[in-house]
Each structure stands twice: as structure tokens, then as C-alpha cells.
């Protein structure tokens, strides 16, 4: 056999993930230094150019540029392109994990799906993998045609309108947050129609591939046993909640202060449309330097718990933040199972939420002193904000990407990183795998807190 | 039987620990309101004399008015006793709930304390707890009498270096952190010999008495089979490395910064003193406002991990600490069990980190939101490191707890509470006993991070 296929084929599931996001970054890189992709007179330094294609990989959408000065239609098209490699990647990806758990463990919906495809072979996975490429291009396409004729009011030519719905739709869906006008979403602060279509396509990229998989089996009724897995379950409660409260706080937060000269309706979508952002959308609707600290850092809070697994979002996740929560409750209570939806949660999901959360907490915490350090002019609020955006591949920035020096720079860089291929799979990357203890030693107990 | 002293004996130890420092606070209230205890004219409202108490009894020492300014020479011994009140009362307690837990799972060494004590009675668990007293009443009277003769140099009376030398010794054994210079300990940055004194009190007060306990019955040499409990290694080892890289991290952030016009044993003494101060003892030697923020967050991040348990210091303690590094370790490494100095962590002991550990992110993080809100003036690091500072009842302040509003103080007292009573009490006082799961649902994974 070829040397480098067989390599290949030896690497776990953790080493194809970051190996692929390697690849994909690199070849991102050359994507934007092909000639005529910045626009004419335009130098672009290579750190920026690895900075773009780090943050359009990982659909995190920071942005030490501006991406409607910089970039000719060409250049727009590729990032797209890069956008469409991070999206897909993430999604192909996290299908095939998501397969992979559930032919070790026999999730029953996993085989119902299998078997509704007739897929028990690596052909079929391959198959199920292209037929969400083409849910994902689909949503991508309605959204995009929504947001042209829509756009043809703006703008004179309908090429013109095509080229900003297409990138539109494709920023929301990948969850990708770049933007072209150069203003975020901030034109449309009035335009309930164009924030509930990017809502709606933030919602699909964020809530999770598996997800939409266990939905189109759910409307298909081709099985009469269908039930959604308990996964779906958890991350869709969690998911809805944070939405939830994050609009109610960051209303009640605003309500006398930035939002007190709107009316009710724009109060509640100012807050709703962040609310949703901060999963992993990475859209602003207006100057979010003009929010409180305590509500910039609970959005924070929301950047860094991020979306849903197997999604294009990043963060801790949606179904580590749960079952932390779950444990707490239950722990509280005096209880040793976490039991939810009528089923019970496995030890070793409530030692993986632990250690997501342990690690992650040592990296913002690192990374919030090193840039402090690094960056002695900037606010530390603007500094942990721009660390859990970068974390929770989201996005949304308080202005001073642009400002970070090249050490700043690249610290960013490895946290879109990490926060894309998600910490379960870095711990896994660096510490190999799971080896069994040949002996026991006496247990002893020890005074906690 | 008296239905009160059925109550009292009806309270699980948790309740207990909890309605010791209500009313230690309460009795604390009234002796800092006695007549004389104020200087003439000096007239404190109720909200600051309450802030003073509820930081005495939990050894915290963040001060919203000036000690020295304040008090009357009667009114500093009154605070004094209440140091005393404290700290004494989390020794015994701390005690209590040792023997309590090593009699629950059969703690050799504590068999063996016993056996010497000769105490297999409630008698003689109270004999235990009068001897403790005596240590720590030896101790700081060993304090008191060292500071007192060096201290007849700087004052006019041997009287007053009395008071000075007693108040500073029973401040650092405590770890009340409080001051009658009106500077901390400013006046002796230089001052090696005071500094060293100081440390060591420090250090004895927040390594744990079972600690102490255990490194007596060593020396006595009494018990041949005598080892050190898992607990003491863990915690030992824990304060003796946070010291160290306390030290080498702080010199390292303000070398070239706030210490770069020092000597180098200015320097080291200065890194030294305030990661010592940062386990609990909440003392300065020079202006920690000139350090970099970045300096000062990576100082809340020691000060919420605190002291050890069973001593008189707060955070999520050393233990708590120390099995959250364990646990990412070996779970990095694939490894389900925790094995350390030949012995094994038990489960329940990774499950009580996990839950504290959650707890007070949430609290610091709901605490900082909170008070960014009421005091949308003060800067998010002094916040941060007053929040941290008073859950690890350390007392370091960036100077901004006399201009805290009335909410803001008590917030800050909640936290010096729940600092000083321990999050593992705090759950189990407000979600009761253990109970037994009746039936079981069945496992399901969950895909996390
Ligand atoms: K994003
Ligand atoms: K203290």
C-alpha cells in the first residue's frame, strides 16, 4: 500500500480532525495570495493573510482587515470558497464522529438513519456525508435567493445584489460572521427581515449536524420507532435556553442604557439578534462598544460556552455546559446519576465535560494574562472578549483585532484553532490514548474545599 | 431534653459550620458597637461596622474605613478577639469535621492520633480541640513576643510595640490581613526580618491544622508507624508549589515593570511576600496597584484557589485544586483512576472538585457582572481581584473597597462568607443529605465538546 494512505488510515479520528484543519488552513493561505484577490494597491502582510485564512477556516470571522477594502470579487468569492472548506469540513467531520460514537455505543436512531439510507458500509457513510453537503448547499441557496431579491431594492445591478446575498447566506450558514459591507450588520439595525433570515441560518450552522440528520428522519416518518437521541435532546434545550436567557439578560441588562432610546420592538431584536450571534454567529446589528462591561462580559460567558457539538460553532459546547449543570443540580441534591429525558448521562460524559472545562478555563485564563501582558494599552474587558470569540469561534470583537501586535495575532490564531477542532480532540491529539492501569494502589479519601 | 440544644444536636456538621459564623457575625457586630471602641468623634454606620465583622470572623481583612483611624486601642483588641473568634472557630470546626470524616472512613492516621490522645470519646475530642487552641495560642504569642521586642526600636513605649507586635501577630497567624499602620505592611518593605516573621505566621495559620496535627504527633515520635495522611502530602505539596510558582510568575511578570529599580532580594522578596500573602494572608508590602494587570489577574487566580482546607483560608482550597491538575492529567493520558504518592483519589472526592470548582466560576462570574453593573465607574480588574480576594477571604485589595456601593458591600460580604464556610458546606446546607436513586433510567452517550 501507499505509504502516506496507509498513514492515513492509521491516524485516529483526533489526528484526521486536526490534520484536516492543517490542510485546510494551508491550502486557505495560497487561496489568498493568488493574484487578483486583493484589490488594486493592496498589500496585504502575510500574518493578515494566515490571520483571514486561520479565522475563515475555523468560521470564526475575527478580522485584522477590512474585508470590503482589502479583497477584490474574487478575493470575496475565495474567502467564500475558504468559508465553504471550513463549514463542510466541520460538517463531513463531525457526521463521521458522530457515526463512528454511535457504532461503538449502538445508538439506536444512529442505526434507524443507517438503515433508512441502507448505508452499512463505508460507501454509505460517504453517501450520507454528500447528501448533508447538499442540505447544506440547499439552505445556503434559499437563503442566498431570499437575500438577493431582497438586496435588489439596495442595489442597482442584480449581479451586485446576487454577490451580497450569496456571501451573506454563506457568512450566516457557515456561521462564518465576515461581513462585506464593512459594517457588520449595522445597516440593517431597522430590517427585521433580513436579521430573521440570519438568525434562522445562524440557527441551522450552530444547533449541530446531527441534529438536522435526526430532524429529516423525524419529517420523513419513513420510521414508525423514530425518537430523537438524547444527545439532540440535550443540546436543543440548551441551545434554546441559552437564546433564551441571553436575550432576557442582555435586555434587562441594556434596557436603560444603549437600548433606551429605541422602541420595544428594536430593544427586543437588538437583544434577540446578539443573543443568537453569540452561540457562534458572529453578526452585530450595532456598535457593541456601546454595551455595559457586565453585559459584554456575560456575552462572554455565552462565547465561550459556543454551540452545539458537530456544529460549525466552536466553544466548550453546548452539551459539556449541560451536563455541568445536570451534575451540579444533581450533586447538590445529594444524587449520583444525572438522569434527564428519562435516560441516565455516563460517568465517563461527566469526566469529559470536566475536563473541557477545566482546560478551557486554563486557557482563556493564560491567554487573558498573556495578552494583557503582550497588549498593555488595551482593556482587559475588550481583551477576554476578544479571547472567548476567538474560542467560541464567534467572532464578535470590541474593535481592537486590527490593534493586536503579532504575538496577540498568533495567540487568536491558536485559539480559533482550538476552539474549531474542539478540546475533547486536542486532549486526545496530545495525550494519545486510552491505556488501561495495571494495578491499583489503596484509595484514600481527601478533605475537599 | 432542652428542645434548642436538640435542635443544635440535630444539625447536620455543614448547618452547623454555617450557624457558628451567623452568630460569631451577630456577637461580632455588638462588640465592635460597644462604647469606646470608636475613636472620639469617629462615627461608623451600621453597613461598614457589619462589613468589619462579617471580614473579621472570616479572617478576610478587605476594610471599607481605615483601621487605625477608626479604632480606639480598645476597639483593635476588640477586633482582636474577633480575629481570634474566627480563626479559632474554623480550627475547631476544621478539627471537628477531620475526625469526623477520618472516623467515617477509618483515617489511619487519625487512629493513631486518637489512640495517642487517648481520646475514643467526645471528651476526648474536646481535649483534642482545647489542644489545638493552645498551638495556635503558642504560636501567636511566639509571634507577638519576637515582633514585640524588634518592634521597641521604631516605638516610644514598650507598651505600644506590645500592642503593634500582638495585633500584627495574631493579624498573620489568623490570616486577618487586617493593619493598624493605616499601610499594610508598606513600612517594611525593606524590612527582611518582619517580612520573614510574617510569612511564617501566614503559612502556619493556612496550611491546615490537620497538617499541624499530623507534623506533631511526627516529631513526638511516639508512633513508629506513623506516615503522613494522602491528605496532608496532597495539600502540602499543593501550597508549597502554588508558593513557587506564585513567586516565579510575579517575578517574572514585573521584573523589567514595577520592580525594575530594585536589588534583586527587593525584588525576590517583594515576588515572595505577595504569593505567600495571595494563599490567604492578604498583607502587602508595597503598592499592588502599580503592578501590571496582567500581574493582578494572574494574583485573583491564586487567591481563588485559596488555602487549604481545614486552615484559615478560603477559595475552592489547595485539595480541590490540586485534584482538578490531577484528574486533567491522567485523563489526558487515557487513565480513568488518580493515582498519587501511592494511593488512589476516590471517586467521590473528583466529584466534589468538579462541583465546587463549577460553583464558584459561576459565583465569581455572576459577582462580576453584578458589580460592573453597580459600579460602572470602578475598572473590571479591581473588581475581579476584590471579588476573588473575598471569596479566598485573602483581604488584597486594588483599593477600591470603601468606594463600593451599599450593594457592592454586600456582595462582597456574601462572598467572605461563603469564602470562609467552604463551597462543599454551602451545597450540602442548601440541597441536604444524600439520597438513594430508586431506580434507574437507561445510559445514553452524548457527544461532548
Ligand atoms: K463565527
Ligand atoms: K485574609
Not at 445508538?107 to 438513519?113: D, K, M, P, V
Not at 475588550?382 to 486590527?402: H, K, Q
Request: with cysteine; net charge neutral; hydrophobic share 50%.
Amino acid at each position: 500500500m501507499n505509504p502516506i494512505i496507509s498513514r492515513i488510515r492509521n491516524l485516529t479520528p483526533a489526528q484526521a480532525i486536526v490534520s484536516y484543519y492543517f490542510l485546510a488552513i494551508g491550502i486557505s493561505v495560497g487561496l489568498l495570495n493568488l493574484p487578483g484577490v486583493h484589490q488594486d494597491g493592496v498589500e496585504v502582510k502575510f500574518i493578515d493573510s494566515m490571520f483571514t485564512a486561520v479565522s475563515a477556516v475555523s468560521v470564526t470571522g475575527l478580522s485584522v482587515l477590512n474585508v470590503s477594502e482589502t479583497y477584490s470579487t474574487f478575493g470575496i468569492f475565495m474567502l467564500m470558497v475558504i468559508l465553504q472548506l471550513g463549514g463542510i469540513g466541520i460538517m463531513s467531520l463531525g457526521t463521521f464522529v458522530w457515526l463512528l460514537v454511535g457504532k461503538k455505543i449502538g445508538l439506536r436512531e444512529r442505526q434507524l438513519i443507517m438503515m433508512d439510507h441502507n448505508q452499512h458500509s463505508l460507501s454509505g457513510v460517504v453517501n450520507l456525508i454528500i447528501e448533508i453537503i447538499k442540505i447544506l448547499l440547499l439552505i445556503e441557496l434559499l437563503g442566498a435567493l431570499i437575500l438577493t431579491f431582497y438586496f435588489t431594492q439596495f442595489y442597482e445591478t442584480f449581479s451586485q445584489a446576487f454577490i451580497h446575498g450569496l456571501f451573506a447566506s454563506v457568512s450566516a450558514t457557515t456561521n462564518g460572521g465576515f461581513d462585506i459591507t464593512g459594517q457588520s450588520m449595522i445597516p440593517y439595525h431597522n430590517d427585521y427581515f433580513v436579521q430573521i433570515i440570519n438568525m434562522i441560518l445562524i440557527i441551522l450552522g450552530a444547533i449541530g449536524f446531527p441534529v438536522l440528520i435526526e430532524i429529516k428522519a423525524f419529517l420523513s416518518g419513513k420510521n414508525k420507532n423514530f425518537r430523537f437521541s438524547l444527545f439532540t435532546k440535550i443540546t436543543t434545550a440548551t441551545f434554546g435556553l441559552l437564546l433564551l436567557v441571553g436575550t432576557v439578560v442582555i435586555l434587562a441588562l441594556e434596557m436603560f442604557k444603549s437600548f433606551r432610546d429605541m422602541s420595544w420592538h428594536e430593544a427586543l431584536f437588538a437583544a434577540m439578534f446578539h443573543s443568537v450571534s453569540s452561540r457562534s454567529g458572529g453578526l452585530v446589528t450595532m456598535d457593541i462598544t456601546e454595551f455595559a462591561q457586565g453585559t459584554n462580559i456575560f456575552i462572554s460567558a455565552l462565547m465561550f460556552i459556543g454551540a452545539s457539538p458537530s456544529s460549525v460553532g466552536g466553544g466548550i459546547r453546548t452539551t459539556t455546559f449541560a451536563i455541568a449543570i445536570l451534575f451540579l443540580i444533581n450533586f447538590a441534591r445529594g444524587k449520583n446519576e444525572i438522569q434527564i429525558f428519562n435516560r441516565e448521562i455516563q460517568l465517563i460524559d461527566v469526566f469529559r465535560s470536566y475536563a473541557v472545562i477545566i482546560l478551557a478555563i486554563f486557557m482563556v485564563l493564560f491567554a487573558t494574562i498573556a495578552l494583557s501582558i503582550s497588549e498593555p494599552t488595551l482593556p482587559i474587558t475588550a481583551i477576554v472578549f476578544e479571547i472567548t470569540s476567538a474560542f467560541g469561534t464567534c467572532g464578535m470583537s470590541l474593535g481592537i483585532t486590527d490593534e493586536l501586535s503579532t504575538f496577540g495575532k498568533i495567540l487568536i490564531m491558536v485559539l480559533m484553532f482550538v476552539g474549531r477542532v474542539g478540546l475533547i480532540s486536542f486532549l486526545f491529539t496530545i495525550g494519545g490514548r486510552t491505556t488501561k492501569t495495571k494495578f491499583h494502589y489503596p484509595k484514600e479519601r481527601v478533605i475537599i474545599g
